[in-house]
T-cell receptor
Framework: EDKVVQSPLSLVVHEGDTVTLNCSYE??????LLWYKQEKKAPTFLFML????IEKKSGRLSSILDKKELFSILNITATQTGDSAVYLC?????????????FGRGTQLTVWP | SAVISQKPSRDICQRGTSLTIQCQVD?????MFWYRQQPGQSLTLIAT?????????ESGFVIDKFPISRPNLTFSTLTVSNMSPEDSSIYLC????????????FGPGTRLTVL
């Protein structure tokens, strides 16, 4: 049973559009939620959200965490073709092996010029 | 964050053979992690490699199939043994960040295709 569910699985937009990617999770003892951007092979770290940091922003990207409703969203404004990638959400559970992350399947974002 | 390199970047192998993937970090780290990403799937943790002790494997992964070495605090290898087409995946190593919240940083990955 998936602990981390992302939606939509894929998304196609045009440059300049704003997109919202969703991540819901179910872990017993939440520690943190992480967003990654994966182009080709390697996931690149974007944000980490914790109980003490539920909102993050970096340029055109922003993310919030709703610990009560167990979900997070990643917003990308004024999208560019370089934003095309798979966006991965991962959750760390305090009860699991230190370092263990549960990943969602990702959202494939395609931005057309 | 640490700089991580992996070799090989990609390989095409015949079934029944074995491939060893190397992961090098530019700083000393206690734990290194090995992940697998099958086509269209999420990242799945294979094992945690600790220096000076046996690797800790996740459910569904065994040492005979995925032996891991961790000879020092900057290097680890993962071997995929007796390969079958189902082993075709991206294999990634990662290391933890400085904080306590489990952020991890990934190497560039190895794309393995088994014929």
């Amino acid at each position: 049973e998936d602990k981390v569910v992302q939606s939509p699985l894929s998304l196609v937009v045009h440059e300049g559009d704003t997109v919202t990617l969703n991540c819901s999770y179910e872990v017993t003892n939440f520690r943190s939620l992480l967003w990654y951007k994966q182009e080709k092979k390697a996931p690149t770290f974007l944000f980490m959200l914790t109980s003490s940091g539920i909102e993050k922003k970096s340029g055109r990207l922003s993310s919030i965490l709703d610990k009560k409703e167990l979900f997070s969203i990643l917003n990308i404004t004024a999208t560019q073709t370089g934003d095309s990638a798979v966006y991965l959400c991962a959750v760390a559970d305090r009860g699991s092996t230190l370092g263990r992350l549960y990943f969602g399947r990702g959202t494939q974002l395609t931005v057309w010029p | 964050s640490a700089v991580i390199s992996q070799k090989p970047s990609r390989d095409i192998c015949q079934r029944g053979t074995s491939l060893t993937i190397q992961c090098q970090v530019d700083s000393q780290v206690t734990m290194m992690f090995w992940y697998r990403q099958q086509p269209g799937q999420s990242l799945t943790l294979i094992a945690t490699a600790n220096q000076g002790s046996e690797a800790t494997y996740e459910s569904g992964f065994v040492i005979d199939k995925f032996p891991i070495s961790r000879p020092n605090l900057t290097f680890s290898t993962l071997t995929v043994s007796n390969m079958s087409p189902e082993d075709s995946s991206i294999y990634l190593c990662s290391v933890p960040g400085q904080g306590i919240y489990n952020e991890q940083f990934f190497g560039p990955g190895t794309r393995l295709t088994v014929l």
